[in-house]
């Protein structure tokens, strides 16, 4: 009895294997209302008056004419997944669109997501026919051939082509990404009589897989800002394109902009706000430096600087492939070059030290 049960089983599993691609996605059962013919007017005799109605119960006409029968795909909709940091779909909205703001330090998130967007392009050798403004319009291509989420944009390989928009109000701070199905065309597969997929069940797939694309670029860039802080930098006295004294770092601006708060910290400034858009740390000198650091440099007490105790400005700006840094008091006026030339030596000292970990609270 045990052995006929199993070969039942094993016989059931063969046969829903078996299934093909639209009867996965096809409803079942009969379909003879498809071939329900429209019914002719009420006519009505000669001396009689047609029934009045109230058309409570008139059906309005369809206004658009979509599959029916064995040809619907019974398929849940596909949804947009929302996985990179500030995006969301908006309310009552559907279909393959999202939205995205702008995070802390973009200026600019237009241009950010058109940057990751050329990259998703390179990577997965998606063609590209043209490219105006910010709307991407692709050559064709199978998304079934290549790897990650876009490969689910069909059952089989369908040859496809998609317009991808990006559309932002003038202050750039946030930006809508709309991915359109332009065509598809049969390639091959294991059922030729299954009905092509939606385009809308296609561009769906396409935008999650540019958004999971999109995250894990965030991820990986996260991972080396993480460890960027802890990577040691040169730094120099010099002069900027202003001719004014400044601390010249060897890195260029995302890595100092990670490194400089816990260097600052070790020397005794308390790092008030930040506004990454300018460069700008806003902080105040409270002294207390790191006793261990201190007495390793000038063998002995601690040491504070002599700069006065109170709220300066630190800024950070772009020169080629290295950072300017400049210091300026409180009134936006710079410190005189003979403090310059003071916190240089603890600085400079505390960038290149390779193990200089972050200080506790």
């Not at 829903?16 to 691609?21: D, K, L």
């Not at 990577?123 to 490219?131: L, Y």
């Not at 008030?272 to 460069?279: A, Q, R, V």
Request: glycine share 8%.
């Amino acid at each position: 009895m045990i052995i006929r049960k199993t070969t039942l089983a094993l016989a059931v599993i063969a046969l829903a294997g078996c299934s093909s691609t639209s009867e996965r996605r096809a409803p079942d059962g009969g379909f003879a209302y498809t071939k329900v013919a429209d019914q002719p007017p009420l006519t009505i005799p000669a001396g009689l008056h047609a029934p009045k109605g109230d058309g409570k119960y008139a059906i309005p006409p369809a206004a658009d004419k979509g599959p029916v029968g064995k040809a619907m795909d019974i398929r849940a909709p596909r949804l947009v997944l929302t996985v990179v940091d500030g995006s969301r779909i908006a309310e009552n909205e559907a279909g393959s669109k999202v939205e995205i703001d702008a995070r802390e330090g973009e200026d600019n998130v237009v241009s950010v997501i058109n940057e990751r967007l050329d990259e998703w392009l390179k990577t997965r050798n998606i063609p590209v026919a043209s490219k105006t403004g910010n709307t991407i319009e692709t050559d064709w291509f199978v998304p079934n051939d290549m790897e990650g989420m876009i490969k689910n944009a069909d059952d089989f390989p369908v040859k496809r082509r998609f317009e991808i928009r990006v559309d932002a109000p003038q202050h750039a701070r946030t930006a809508e990404v709309y991915v359109t199905s332009k065509g598809a065309e049969r390639v091959a597969g294991d059922d030729d009589n299954a009905t092509i997929g939606s385009g809308e069940r296609a561009s769906v797939a396409v935008l999650n897989d540019w958004l999971g694309f999109y995250a894990s670029r965030d991820t990986a860039h996260a991972k080396e800002m993480a460890l960027a802080k802890f990577r040691p930098i040169a730094v120099t006295l010099g002069k900027n394109n202003s001719d004014l004294t400044d601390l010249q770092l060897g890195a260029d601006f995302e890595r100092a902009w990670s490194r400089v708060p816990m260097v600052l910290e070790h020397m005794g400034f308390e790092i008030k706000d930040i506004d990454k858009s300018l460069g700008t740390y806003f902080v105040s000198y409270k002294g207390d430096p790191d006793s261990s650091f201190w007495s390793g440099i000038f063998g002995g007490d601690d040491k504070e600087l002599s700069i006065k105790h109170g709220k300066y400005q630190i800024q950070l700006g772009e020169m080629g492939d290295n950072t300017s840094m400049t210091i300026t008091n409180d009134d936006g006026q710079p410190i005189p070059d003979d403090k310059y030339a003071e916190i240089y030596k603890p600085f400079s000292e505390l960038m290149r030290d390779s193990d200089l970990k972050e200080m506790k609270n």
